[in-house]
């Protein structure tokens, strides 16, 4: 069974740091690129980052890119989040796909991507609040 489980939210100022875990289990991780993607209050899912298992390279979303850091470590895929904003409140999920060009789109895409529907496996999620 695959299982991916994210862990490491929680109630954070601004302007400081927070780690996020995505611990993945029941498919072999060199076959698959994983993202982390969030969901804001009446907003769309967005894409954050993601890392494909082939070579490590990493993909983020243009407006997170320079704060946010994906990295993996074995079967667990880690997002580093610094200088934090009251707009990074949301909830976070960590997902996997076979086909990484379509994870990579629904990183990259400057509006929420339909393919994110479309991903293969979804974590339950982990909420981050970030206050003023």
């Known amino acids: 069974e695959v299982q991916l489980a994210e862990s490491g939210g929680g109630l954070v100022q601004a302007g400081k740091s927070m780690k996020l875990s995505c611990s993945t289990s029941g498919f072999t991780f060199s076959n698959y690129a994983v993202g982390w993607f969030r969901e804001a209050p009446g907003k769309e899912r967005e894409g954050v980052a993601c890392?494909?298992?082939?070579?490590?390279s990493t993909y983020y979303s243009e407006s997170l890119k320079g704060r946010f850091t994906i990295s993996r470590d074995k079967n667990t895929v880690y997002l580093q989040m610094n200088n934090l904003k009251p707009e990074d409140t949301a909830l976070y999920y960590c997902?996997?796909?076979?086909?990484?060009?379509?994870?990579?789109?629904?990183?990259?895409?400057?509006?929420?991507?339909?393919?994110?529907?479309?991903?293969?496996?979804w974590g339950q999620g982990t909420q981050v609040t970030v206050s003023s």
């Open positions: 890392i494909l298992s082939t070579d490590g």
């Open positions: 997902a996997a796909d076979s086909r990484p060009g379509t994870l990579v789109r629904s990183i990259v895409s400057p509006t929420p991507s339909p393919e994110i529907g479309f991903l293969e496996y």
